[in-house]
């Protein structure tokens, strides 16, 4: 959690120049988000926060992120909504990075969900996908099943490091996922990183879907197997049945699964254990001790992996 | 800058339970401050800061900063204001530190002030000093000039890997210093840390002060001479009379300076010179890479410490 790119006071009154917002009353740095550099900014017109982007996210990418966000907002879902300049742009340059400038949502994310609050943000999962039906732009999921193997070859030399087993345990998921991986399931617009971190709440209720950085298209039922690894599990690996039985419930009453999505539970869980696996394990081995940011351990993510794989029919997680 | 200890939405819930402040609505850990954690607060009755104080506050200095912010608040000052539990406490524990809550200030800090801004904050250091005047603690300069030679004795043999000559440039100021420290200057409360990091302002005028966790007691005229240096400065390393001949005058016309305190000047200022230089160039040589903070630039200092020895007449800074 740090600021990469410092922004000074002379320099963001240059960059508000451009907006329609009104007069800076305070700028501070937040410590949010590992991959950007995250500014909270309050001025005469209202509470905002400033995105600059660094190196992970493509500046590509970004008319896809903040079209979404757009696209979202037009259709009443809670998630940061960028405030256009002056001539209309999404994004700009600022301290020789891609920055946006998005509205600023209260509430606060929890560490330790409830039962209550996994159904609360499964339902709110569903409602993200139900809107974002009709975006018009596509993203490729970079961390999809398809990119599994080559971040695994980069992993699995050196994973003995960090638990003993693990290659065995990377290269056999990584060849029963790609037997078992479900063609032809419905697909859309995924928040593909929907953790606890991500979602806001106020007084029980959600009041904000954040960070959308990883959003893409895929599996719809995808997003909910992430889900039910970020927010079912307790802090000593036990699977807590009750969320999970929460979670998916409120989920499919928005949006009904199909029989094809409830049977790909199981694998699709164990695919979502292995991509946050891979990511962590990856930033672990290759992790700069310069770097700010320390990184997140590996083995929670083995451990819901191995949870997974054991799994033999979706009664398992409630349903 | 970052945020050294985490706390939870839920850890947070516990904490206000024993203040009076409504519920929260934003929760942000901020980038700010090498020395503790800070995240800003919301709650349905204000903005407010809430510190976590790390190793190199003592627990035993927070009856001195925050009672004396509290002393300030009470004649005037804009400054952090001490929130006090429903008890009556000035500081509590949370994360296993002590911690404590305080009003959030409006404004925001400037990069490179101008000379109107070094008059408007020369203008509140006086301020400061004056309202400072019956605060009852005491907690003396720990990196006064008597601890400069105990600071200077740990980096002088490896002072010249940061900076060739720096070994004789310190040990000779230190000499230089010792024989001509002035003695029997008009002491009080000093900010002593009082650099446009910790000024904030809004249109142009100064909003608060904040980082009051260097003050002590030591002659108030040092606490000018910590200002020179970190404010009149331009970023090639020349120095800018015109800011601190504002800053000076501004100041004294607030509260005059007697003939003792302008002819030591030039002394005083070689003196923070030296004591930003040594703590910085301690932290550079002790720095662990693991940290989350990149320590600053001793050459800075060093460089401003050649300066002021040359400096001949109290004249030099536009008196």
């Known amino acids: 959690m740090a600021v990469y790119t410092e922004v000074s006071f ?8 451009d907006y329609d917002i ?7 740095g937040i ?14 017109a209202g509470s905002f926060i400033l995105t600059l982007y660094e190196k992970r996210v493509r500046a590509d990418d970004l008319p896809f ?9 037009a259709r009443g879902i809670a998630c940061p909504l960028p405030v256009r300049s002056r001539s209309g742009a999404q994004s700009t340059i600022l301290g020789g990075r891609p920055a946006a400038l998005l509205t600023f949502l209260d ?7 409830e039962a209550t609050h996994c159904a609360a943000a499964g339902a709110a999962l ?5 809107a974002g039906k009709d975006f018009a732009l596509k993203r490729p999921n970079a961390l999809g099943h398809n990119g599994w193997r080559e971040l695994a070859q980069a992993c699995i030399p050196r994973a003995e490091e960090v638990e003993k087993g ?5 290269a056999s998921s990584l060849g029963q996922l790609a037997s078992n991986w479900p063609d032809g399931l419905p697909e859309g617009v995924i928040h593909a990183d929907l953790f606890p971190d991500n979602v806001l709440f106020i007084d029980g209720g959600v009041s904000g879907l954040i960070d959308f950085y990883f959003a893409c298209n895929d599996a719809l039922a995808y997003d909910l197997a992430v889900m039910l690894n970020a927010w ?15 979670l998916i419930a409120a989920y499919a009453r928005k949006r009904p699964l199909s029989a094809a999505e409830r049977e790909a539970l199981p694998v699709l869980a164990a695919g979502a254990a292995l991509r946050f696996l891979l990511t962590r394990l990856y930033d672990r081995l290759n992790h700069d001790p310069q770097a700010l940011v320390r990184p997140k351990d590996p083995r929670e993510y083995s451990k819901r992996l191995r949870f997974h794989r054991k799994v033999r029919s979706p009664a398992e997680y409630g349903l």
Chains 1, 2 share one sequence.
């Not at 002379?10 to 120049?17: D, I, P, V």
Request: charged share 25%; net charge negative; hydrophobic share 40%.
């Open 10 to 17: 002379e320099e963001l009154e240059g960059f508000l120049a």
């Open 22 to 28: 009104g007069v800076p009353r305070t700028f501070k």
């Open 31 to 44: 410590a949010e988000g590992v991959e950007n550099s995250n500014y909270y900014l309050q001025t005469s």
């Open 65 to 73: 992120f903040l079209g979404l966000l757009e696209h979202l907002a």
């Open 107 to 113: 509430g606060l994310s929890l560490r330790r969900p």
């Open 126 to 130: 569903a409602e993200m996908h139900a």
């Open 166 to 170: 693990l290659a065995e345990l990377i």
């Open 232 to 246: 079912c599990f307790e802090s000593d690996a036990a699977f807590n049945v009750t969320k999970s039985k929460n």
